[in-house]
């Protein structure tokens, strides 16, 4: 599991180890957060004709920077 969710967000799991939490903490904090940004990247909701067509779990608190590589995946569709 560590591995696949450092796949999708290694910046944000590579600080985590940098500042000294544990794996299982690392992973605790971004799990979720790599599930759904994976979804985002892949274009899952590319083309969602309203905010009530997302479905539950598709927002999760990001960092700038994870929502701008999201833009500019969209961007390059």
């Not at 450092?6 to 180890?17: G, P, T």
């Not at 759904?36 to 700038?64: A, C, F, R, T």
Request: with cysteine.
């Amino acid at each position: 599991h560590c591995l696949s969710a450092r796949a999708v967000c290694q910046r944000e799991i590579d600080c985590d180890r940098g500042n000294g939490f544990s794996w299982k903490i690392t992973l605790l904090r971004n799990y979720w957060k790599s599930k759904v940004k994976q979804e985002w990247l892949s274009g899952k909701y590319s083309n969602i004709p309203s905010q009530n067509s997302l479905p539950e779990k598709s927002m999760y608190p990001m960092d700038v920077d994870t929502w701008g590589e999201i833009l500019e995946a969209e961007l390059e569709r």
